[in-house]
């Protein structure tokens, strides 16, 4: 669906009496001023007005951009503003447009972003070269448009059926049809089978965050490694669910890889008065995922496990990215023969 | 000083003719209003524009009768002709819709902050024109106003006057360095500059700094399930780095800001979820703790095999809400309960941990669990400056 953004009210009064005062500050006193050298001193005022007026204004505003080029291309981001009937400056919080920008199909053009600290945009121009653009006041090259955000804060979310949601039990009533479809949908996300063919459904509880302890380049690094993934997938947008999505994917691979080597009667007993086999292959999970490239893995049975699953392609190469996961329960669906 | 203030600026030339505060922002009013009358007086006495009407106004005024009127009659015509009037408020009419116009910019790029916030925000910053007061108290982050808004946004010059209870993080836009503000006398309500180019971070109320892990179920290896009703934790702060009069102000690290940002939203359900399921498991690989195995007889180490080799049950923390397939098959497990021997693997008992009797091992679970816990939030979140600490367990039903 096309859809583009309209001019407000107010914004149309803006226009008529700028467009009103031009007229009685610019243009008519160029008529009754005597020689031509009046009508050049009252430019030449207007001028030298506007431009100091900018200046002196500009500087107070703290996110603006201090250098002189910062401060130019700042007035005419503003000026450029008045005239366009779309809003060209946006600003960008927890990973999210305060508008629907992804979803207008004729891209509005962009004069700056307002990106907050925990946001990483990525914006790419006609030739296909992309670049990340950083918090703060970030100007918008001709020919760029967004292309991915996200937010690099905490994150949390649920992989497969809800804590207390049995998926094996079929008979809930008052649940319309998209419940029972949202219902299969989670369960299909970590349903899996033991060594001993028994299905086995897990909730996981999942929390990530970007905030490892990286310089700001392998930051950018990272975001552009992340948007390239997604890029050559097709996705573009908002890429947090997407990111929740290949996350929970990637613990469900390994969960499964594990499982494979279990019988359900190895889940239910203890091997050790302290640790279950279940803390165990959490243990190695919680490892295995935030296993990096060059990274080091003290321990040689995770790092055959790791070895055994290939690589956890790409978080392994996401540096700052930090993963934890917890069981939340588990649920088996046929009787220990 | 402020110690926000405290950064090192680059133009110092830039900084000094646009530098915000009271004393400054009146030299700049005085300034342009002198500038504004010598360029005016420039314009009247040397007539560089003279308009095609100047003529026809000269007919309106009389022709003077004495020395006095002759000398208004001069002014009149210098100072309020048109080619004057229109050459001298020309710059001014423009130096004021410039500003209208970055007013309504900002207002649009912030459309929470009003207008008038932004009018009020430029005018502040050039000229001082009014003292902004703001209030946080407790509870602010629930309904966020206009103005803290603005102050979230735009940031200083403000005074922020908070109560004792509060604790802010202010964020330099310029450098983007964090610092932690809170008051040093426990019952004053404080007042804080806040400067230009500061914005309020986050705000986070004291009872926001608490929090209460509720329901924590947990089963042992001989089916025995604990329920504890309640833990109630508390984020604290490492000592102080600077201290001044009124309250205390300390660098944190970005990582610190943004969990601290995080316990006043919304956001704080995050924290919450990962607190109870670090807890969750602590204590389940930590069982021994709360049901101390002292008092279960050594026979118990024989028993425990044959029932495992009876038939297989849940043991894993998760397995409360197992599938009723599993519920179903346990059948034969559930009634080895009803005739059972070891009758003190069954009983209720609720106690209360802070009792004197556990005190000691009260003691030892507060610290290993908060020593848990702090590892586990460094580990995850790598706070540097906050640290957490249990100030009560609640009762503790074991149900055998």
């Known amino acids: 669906m096309e859809s583009s953004p309209q001019p407000s009210k107010s914004r149309i009064v803006q226009n008529y009496l700028i467009f009103a005062l031009a007229i009685i500050l610019i243009i008519f006193p160029f008529y009754i001023l005597k020689s031509i050298s009046s009508a050049v001193l009252f430019l030449f005022l207007i001028l030298i007005s506007v431009g100091s007026s900018f200046f002196f204004w500009v500087n107070f505003v ?163 490694n992340i948007s390239n993934h997604f890029f050559a997938s097709n996705i573009n947008g908002e890429l947090q669910i997407e990111i929740n999505k290949l996350i929970g994917e990637r613990v469900t691979k390994i969960w499964k890889v594990l499982l494979k080597k279990t019988n359900v009667k190895q889940i239910l007993s203890p091997t050790d008065q302290n640790l279950s086999l279940m803390n165990m292959h959490l243990l190695s999970i919680n490892t295995i995922i935030n296993t990096k490239i060059a990274g080091d893995t003290s321990d040689s049975h995770i790092l055959k496990e790791f070895n055994k699953l290939g690589n956890i392609k790409p978080l392994e190469q996401w540096g700052a990215l930090n993963i934890r996961v917890f069981l939340n329960n588990l649920w088996i669906q046929q009787e220990v023969p | ?173 310029n450098n983007r360095g964090f610092l932690l503000i809170s008051s040093n006398y426990p019952g004053n309500t404080e007042n804080f500059p806040l400067s230009h180019g500061d914005i309020i971070y986050a705000v986070i109320p004291k009872s926001n700094r608490q929090m209460l892990l509720k329901n924590l179920k947990i089963q042992d290896k001989y089916q025995r399930t604990t329920n504890i009703n309640l833990i109630n934790l508390l984020f604290f702060f490492n000592k102080s780095q600077k201290i001044s009069a009124a309250f205390i102000s300390r660098k944190i690290s970005v990582h610190d800001a943004r969990f601290l940002s995080y316990l006043g939203y919304a956001s704080r359900n995050i924290i919450h979820h990962f607190l109870h399921d670090e807890t969750q498991n602590f204590l389940n690989n930590n069982t021994s703790m709360i049901f101390n195995d002292k008092s279960i007889p050594s026979s118990i180490n024989h028993v425990h095999e044959k029932i495992l080799d009876i038939a297989p049950k849940k043991l894993h923390k998760n397995y409360a809400e197992t599938a009723p397939a599993i519920i179903d098959k346990s059948r034969g497990v559930n009634r080895k309960h009803k005739h059972s021997r070891y009758t003190f693997l069954k009983k209720i008992s609720v106690f209360s941990i802070n009792a004197k009797d556990d005190e000691d091992d009260c003691k030892h679970l507060i610290i290993e669990l908060s020593n848990h816990l702090n590892e586990q939030l460094k580990s995850f979140f790598h706070i540097s400056t906050i640290h957490i600490s249990i100030i009560e367990i609640g009762k503790i039903t074991i149900n055998g």
């Not at chain 1, 937010?151 to 949601?165: A, I, V």
């Not at chain 1, 970590?190 to 990530?208: G, H, L, N, R």
Request: hydrophobic fraction near 40%; proline fraction near 6%; charged fraction near 15%.
């Open chain 1, 62 to 224: 703290p996110f603006f951009p201090e250098s002189i080029s910062g401060v130019i291309s700042t007035i005419q981001t503003l000026i450029l503003s008045i005239f366009r009937s779309t809003k060209s400056i946006y600003h960008i919080q927890a990973g999210k447009f305060d508008n629907d920008y992804f979803v207008i199909q004729n891209k509005p053009k962009l004069g700056a972003l307002l990106i907050d600290e925990n946001s990483v945009v990525i914006v790419i121009n006609n030739g296909g070269k992309k670049r990340v653009c950083s918090p703060g006041y970030q100007f918008i090259n001709t020919g760029e448009q967004v292309l991915h955000t996200f937010d690099m804060g905490f994150h949390h979310f649920y992989w497969g059926p809800l804590e207390t949601e049995n998926p094996f039990n079929n008979h809930i009533p008052d649940l319309n049809l998209n419940q029972i479809h949202l219902r299969a949908l989670r369960v299909a996300q970590t349903k899996c089978q033991t060594k001993d063919e028994i299905s086995v459904v897990p909730s996981f509880s999942i929390f990530y965050d970007f905030s490892s302890l990286a310089g700001k380049k392998q930051l950018e690094e990272m975001s552009l």
């Open chain 2, 1 to 173: 000083m402020n110690p926000v203030n405290q950064q090192k600026k680059k133009n110092p030339i830039k900084d000094q003719l646009f530098i915000v505060n009271k004393p400054a922002g009146k030299l700049r009013l005085i300034l342009i209003m002198l500038l504004f009358l010598i360029y005016w007086t420039i314009v009247a006495q040397t007539k560089i524009a003279p308009l095609a009407i100047t003529e026809n106004f000269l007919a309106l005024i009389p022709t003077p009768t004495n020395f006095t009127s002759g000398i208004l009659r001069d002014i009149i015509l210098r100072y309020f002709s048109p080619s004057t009037i229109i050459f001298t408020v020309t710059p001014l009419i423009i130096f004021l819709s410039v500003k209208k116009m970055i007013s309504r910019y900002l207002h649009s790029l912030f459309p929470s902050t009003g207008l008038k916030e932004t009018e009020q925000y430029l005018s502040n910053c050039a000229f001082s024109f009014c003292n902004r007061d703001f209030h946080i108290h407790e509870g602010v982050h629930i309904e966020p106003q206009i103005n803290q808004e603005h102050l979230k946004f735009l940031g200083g010059p403000a005074n922020i006057n908070f109560s004792p209870s509060s604790t802010f993080i202010i964020q330099n836009i």
